[in-house]
């Protein structure tokens, strides 16, 4: 027993260098942001399918969303196809099944990071999301639409089972001795981030950009549809306000134009005949890293120490000033708070994460007694530095996500314009020049990595 204990030892240290085993992913994945941030072409983690990378589907999730940065809107498709179809093997019901603490094999005696990732439901929604804007800038509607249909019912599977995964994690709680209270002060911060959002999985972004693919296609009671969805999740954006009165007025939607029109400052967005429009999405900074926190819980050996994952140190975002030949024309007003929803998905979690950490920590305490007692205390030894050592929190996360959206949707005459953006926190500043035709729909998304400011563009007539 005690040899095939070291045996499993010596196995998980060679092949946990394929994965976030020993590093955490934060600390690996910190150099590829740098570099994005420097404008250079991050190199990549390593995403070849192997049976040693427990790490694959995050590894393709970054490189599709480093490349779409960049503008290798090709490569990005294809990367994300790639995650899309890791997804799709993963099941939707399987990956937002809160209350399973799984099959965790070796994990048992190692940790979390040894397991396969397999992403959460958020991030699931964000790859169709990303994919459908390579298609719309590649001016591909109809592959567009596909995408964002494909991510609404991912949100909708997932509301679905939303409600009674809460029951069962309820049950499993109340059969556990655990002192959750004192596991919840670790999470203060972050459950002040999450109660920002109803859940994790449901994206304001997404809905909105499904809204506008759907527009643009001509599709309106679609668009409507999905412009009240984005509304529900982001009430106070009046830019949203103004597009559900708009669609509500034209589809006839009298009860729903009358309430909101009831704010007299309300503008339905609808231009002059011979003005263009400026739709601008200003993804800012970076999803927040989980951090580690342990704690002793009572074994009847001893003491036995758990860590798991939070959240904390948010920070306050800054919006996108933007003016046209020195004249302001409006600043972005918050359509996501992606920092929020992995705070709330991790807040989801919490339960089964904690039980799960208990059932390995007492595993370990276990394999320690049983080593002392049939080794010695030599053997008993470097088992207790194994299990000192192996244990660590679960740190992976999709980390090039953005920290947050914001919105700004405005009209402008037909001609040529000198725009200015600014972060109005960090001072960050751009220039870009465009010709808006008449009747056009310009749709400029301007992502700000910390220090530099990443500029797209796509015309509609």
Not at 258 to 287: H, M, R
Request: proline share 3%.
């Amino acid at each position: 027993m005690i040899k095939l204990s070291f045996l499993i030892m010596l196995g998980l240290l060679s092949t946990g260098c394929a994965s976030s085993l020993w590093s955490p992913y934060p600390q690996q994945i910190q150099p590829q942001l740098q570099q994005l941030d420097q404008g250079q072409t991050p190199q990549l983690l390593y995403t070849q399918s192997s049976a040693g990378n427990a790490d694959l589907l995050l590894n393709l999730l970054e490189k599709a969303r480093f490349a779409q940065i960049r503008g290798e809107t090709a490569l990005s498709m294809l990367t994300f196809e790639r995650a899309l179809a890791e997804f799709d093997d993963n099941d939707t019901g399987a990956i937002f099944r809160l209350s399973d603490i799984g099959s965790q094999g070796v994990a048992l005696v190692t940790n979390d990071n040894v397991m396969p990732y397999r992403g959460a439901i958020f991030e699931q929604v964000f790859a169709h999301h990303f994919q459908a804007l390579n298609y719309l800038f590649w001016k591909d509607l109809e592959g567009a639409g596909v995408e964002v249909r494909r991510g609404n019912l991912a949100q909708q599977q997932a509301n679905t089972l939303y409600a009674k995964e809460l029951e069962k994690l309820e049950a499993k709680r109340q059969q556990v001795p655990v002192d959750f209270e004192r596991a919840n002060h670790y999470f203060k911060a972050m459950d002040r981030e999450a109660a920002q959002v109803r859940t994790s999985f449901q994206n304001a972004y997404s809905y909105y950009v499904s809204a506008l693919i759907y527009e643009l296609r001509d599709e309106l009671d679609d668009a409507y549809i999905d412009y009240r969805n984005a509304l529900k999740l982001a009430p106070d954006n009046s830019v949203i306000q103004a597009d559900v009165l708009r669609l509500a007025k034209q589809l006839g939607d009298q009860e729903t134009a009358k309430t909101l029109q009831q704010d007299a400052s309300l503008s339905d967005n609808v231009s002059d005949a011979g003005g263009s429009e400026l739709i601008i999405f200003y993804e800012n900074g970076f999803a927040p890293p989980k951090q580690e926190v342990s704690f002793p819980i009572p074994y009847r050996y001893g003491l036995v120490a758990i860590s798991f994952p939070i959240y904390q140190g948010y920070s306050i975002p800054g919006s996108l000033i933007v003016s046209r030949d020195q004249h302001r024309l409006g600043r972005t007003q918050m359509l996501t708070k992606v920092a929020s929803m992995v705070a709330k998905a991790l807040q989801e979690q919490r339960v089964g994460l904690i039980i799960r950490q208990l059932g390995r920590a007492v595993a370990k305490a276990e394999l320690q007694r049983f080593s002392y007692d049939q080794g010695g205390n030599a053997v008993g030894l470097l088992v207790n530095l194994y299990n000192l050592f192996s244990e660590h929190a679960d740190l992976r996360s999709w980390l090039s996500l953005p920290n947050n959206v914001q919105l700004l949707r405005i009209h402008v005459p037909a001609g040529i314009h000198q725009l200015q953006f600014q972060d109005s926190a960090s001072g960050l500043r751009q220039n870009l020049s465009i010709d808006a035709p008449a009747r056009s729909r310009n749709i400029l998304r301007v992502i700000n990595t910390g220090s530099r400011f990443y500029l797209q563009m796509a015309q509609f007539y």
